[in-house]
């Protein structure tokens, strides 16, 4: 399994079917979501379980209720959703292996337990370097970036299909 | 699991052990290695295995033989032996879901799957950033952070306890 989920991909997919026009809409209920990508109805649900706790999606009520952004689009980044599907892993755990070197039988010297092991610090590095990318690109911008590739009439064209599916009043 | 596994981390060790003085030597045995931080020779061996197959070790003849650095500290990097232990395995595996929009009805039209997905490219950008941060230390970087916080004894010790190990001539 990769280190970023599969359930990120379509939290992410889902929240940009929520980023509003041109290419979204503003409110979706969890089966058209999880129909417009065929996946299931309750592998969605568990995703806006997750996406809520994190604060960046709240349910909305009426008939025709469901799940709306939290915050604007240009407000929440990657790396929130990254968070709040997958949790915030580590890239790398350390074992703190230093200390285990078979010359301190045993007894490992305050001089080789200091601070974060040499090793351990390179992998935190290269970790906040990830962390910065995704922290660094909002679903308002890969959002602009579909906008700009699709035509006009995807949006359209979704906004029809989500209301082809929503209870008549 | 981490996305680095724990084989890196005793693959970094083990290599730090043979990046030379202050605090390493220039040849060790599987065994020493092995024995050395407290993990079986078989585990060490797999490790040296794709070492060896990655160009950053080679083995030495002798009796006293084992294995040494291929090519200088400085020139062998962390992201060369975490390539080397666990491949190069992506961060995120980008299912194409964008492909499988249920408006596109199967036929997911030329502008929806032109180039790189805009998830998938925010994740190959996080994933080049953190490349860039392993490949940024080599062990003679790491070796000198170790070297600058251990006493000069510690140096010392290692070498003895690698040479009481070793079968005299």
Redesign the interface.
């Known amino acids: 399994m990769?280190?970023?989920s599969?359930g990120?991909?379509?939290g992410?997919?889902c929240l940009l079917h929520l980023s509003g026009p041109p290419t979204g809409v503003e409110v979706a209920s969890v089966r058209n979501l999880a129909?417009?990508?065929?996946v299931s109805v309750d592998y969605v649900a568990k995703l806006f379980t997750k996406l809520g706790k994190a604060g960046l999606t709240v349910s909305t009520e009426g008939k025709n209720g469901g799940f709306r952004l939290a915050k604007p689009a240009n407000e929440i980044t990657?790396l929130d959703v990254v968070n709040a599907i997958d949790g915030v892993?580590?890239?790398?755990?350390?074992?703190e292996?230093?200390t285990?070197?078979?010359?301190f039988d045993g007894q490992a010297p305050r001089?080789?337990t200091?601070?974060v092991c040499?090793?351990h610090?390179?992998?935190l590095?290269?970790?906040?370097?990830?962390?910065?990318?995704?922290a660094s690109?909002t679903l308002a911008d890969?959002a602009a970036?579909?906008g700009a590739?699709?035509?006009r009439s995807?949006g359209n064209?979704?906004v029809r299909?989500m209301q082809s599916r929503t209870t008549p009043s």
């Open positions: 990769s280190h970023i599969v990120v991909e379509y992410l997919h129909e417009l990508q065929g990657v892993k580590p890239l790398f755990e350390c074992r292996i230093r285990r070197c078979a010359v001089w080789a200091a601070g040499s090793i610090a390179v992998m590095d290269a970790e906040k370097r990830m962390r910065e990318a995704l690109q890969i970036r579909t590739k699709a035509p995807y064209h979704v299909w």
